[in-house]
T-cell receptor, first 112, second 112 residues
Framework: SQKIEQNSEALNIQEGKTATLTCNYTNYSPAYLQWYRQDPGRGPVFLLLIRENEKEKRKERLKVTFDTTLKQSLFHITASQPADSATYLCALEKDAGNMLTFGGGTRLMVKP | DAGVIQSPRHEVTEMGQEVTLRCKPISGHDYLFWYRQTMMRGLELLIYFNNNVPIDDSGMPEDRFSAKMPNASFSTLKIQPSEPRDSAVYFC??????????FGEGSRLTVL
């Protein structure tokens, strides 16, 4: 069966350090992978999209990698700030115009 | 645009009652998704529409759940009769053909 796995344990890091979150998947051949941020009591908010033929994507302090051989995406936040504390969700899309399936999310806590 | 608008934001009801959740997608978006989020199961896709037509409803838990999209600017998710295990946050999201999903703020349902 298809699975999208994110570390269910919270990630605690010190302000200024780089946070690295992992998304692993099995029995999937996604065309797109997306990362979202969710704050308590709010809906998820889109951060980055990476295509299967792209290795890396950057946006300001954010960087996403996509390794279709390892079936893994890494999400990095450099120079982390307490305001980056949230739950981060990865989502896979098999084909364009199809449905997005989400992982369970990883909660990030950045301490001052 | 005001974004995806959901109502009600909070609903408390008793077991056996009918519940109707409403969603107004972003104008011009031709895909609409209904998700359910719980601590145990994370964010699950229930059903999605393309141009007001249901495409995949395999995530709808059982016949007590139904969803409609009578026009491009309105969708409903109905639960009849409701049960305590239906308690969750229900999100509506919309998008164009590919790219990011725009989520509403969710409807928190509590069934007593």
């Amino acid at each position: 069966s298809q699975k999208i796995e994110q570390n269910s344990e919270a990630l605690n890091i010190q302000e200024g350090k780089t946070a690295t979150l992992t998304c692993n998947y099995t029995n999937y051949s996604p065309a797109y992978l997306q990362w979202y941020r969710q704050d308590p009591g709010r809906g998820p908010v889109f951060l980055l999209l990476i295509r299967e033929n792209e290795k890396e994507k950057r946006k300001e302090r954010l960087k996403v990698t996509f390794d279709t051989t390892l079936k893994q995406s890494l999400f990095h936040i450099t120079a982390s700030q307490p305001a980056d504390s949230a739950t981060y969700l990865c989502a896979l899309e098999k084909d364009a115009g199809n449905m997005l399936t989400f992982g369970g999310g990883t909660r990030l806590m950045v301490k001052p | 645009d005001a974004g995806v608008i959901q109502s009600p934001r909070h609903e408390v009801t008793e077991m056996g009652q009918e519940v109707t959740l409403r969603c107004k997608p972003i104008s011009g978006h031709d895909y609409l998704f209904w998700y359910r989020q719980t601590m145990m199961r994370g964010l699950e896709l229930l059903i999605y529409f393309n141009n007001n037509v249901p495409i995949d409803d395999s995530g709808m838990p059982e016949d007590r759940f139904s969803a409609k999209m009578p026009n491009a600017s309105f969708s409903t998710l109905k639960i009849q009769p409701s049960e305590p295990r239906d308690s969750a946050v229900y999100f509506c999201a919309s998008r164009v053909y590919t790219g990011e999903l725009f989520f509403g703020e969710g409807s928190r349902l509590t069934v007593l």
